[in-house]
């Protein structure tokens, strides 16, 4: 069964740090297009950074230079590290696959939790 | 404010036909970059419903299409059911001078009167 399972969130104070990972099973996430998205309490979806199954990296505006993106291809996962962490970081963060140009976020995870309280 | 623009609301009542637009500009839907639409239940992930502007997932009922024209998309929802009730975001992806990114529209409230 393909899947997406996240862990890592939590409490932090501002200018903590966190990471969270993405355990993937039933497909190999170096071989795909692998996305990080969160949704602030009551608010929408925003993206925050994709690896692309060559390695290039890029990150939304609101987190470069704090959060960095990155996956181990012998455990299969997905990373994210947050540095720097903000009050309006504070969101539900899921990973999602993208299987191709073109073939649109297809994979979630269930979402962690990062609260970051001053 | 998201770089894709939606209505914040939009309803219908069971059996009609409804439509939630996405707004773009040149750098993103306007240069031809894929749309792709997601359904999201409260407290749940969001879901794929209709990826590269018009195709459906396996899974995914022919009641939902989409279609895409110059610097907007559309995403149609006929023979409406109460189990449509949910938030819709539309995603593309965006060219400027800030560089490359995945954009979202703020999404839209579906409600089935």
């Known amino acids: 069964e393909v899947q997406l399972v996240e862990s890592g969130g939590g409490l932090v104070q501002p200018g903590g740090s966190l990471r969270l990972s993405c355990a993937a099973s039933?497909?190999?996430?170096?071989?795909?297009?692998m996305n990080w998205v969160r949704q602030a309490p009551g608010k929408g979806l925003e993206w925050v950074s994709i690896i692309y199954s060559g390695g290039r990296t890029y990150q939304a505006d609101s987190v470069k230079g704090r959060f960095t993106i990155s996956r181990d291809n012998s455990k299969n996962t997905l990373y994210l590290q947050m540095n720097s962490l903000r009050t309006e970081d504070t969101a539900v963060y899921y990973c999602?696959?993208?299987?191709?140009?073109?073939?649109?976020?297809?994979?979630w995870g269930q979402g962690t939790t990062v609260t970051v309280f001053s | 404010q998201s770089v894709l623009t939606q209505p914040p609301s939009v309803s219908g009542a069971p059996g009609q036909r409804v439509t939630i637009s996405c707004t773009g500009s040149s750098s993103n839907i306007g240069a031809g970059y894929d749309v792709h639409w997601y359904r999201q239940l409260p407290g749940t992930a969001p879901k794929l419903l209709i990826y590269g502007n018009n195709n459906r997932p396996s899974g995914v009922p022919d009641r939902f299409s989409g279609s895409k024209s110059g610097t907007s998309a559309s995403l149609a929802i006929s023979g409406l059911q109460a189990e449509d009730e949910a938030n819709y975001y539309c995603q593309s992806y965006d060219d400027s001078l800030s560089g490359w990114h995945v954009v979202f529209g703020g999404g839209t409230k579906l409600t089935v009167l």
């Open positions: 039933g497909f190999t996430v170096s071989n795909n297009y």
């Open positions: 999602a696959r993208s299987s191709g140009y073109g073939t649109g976020l297809d994979v």
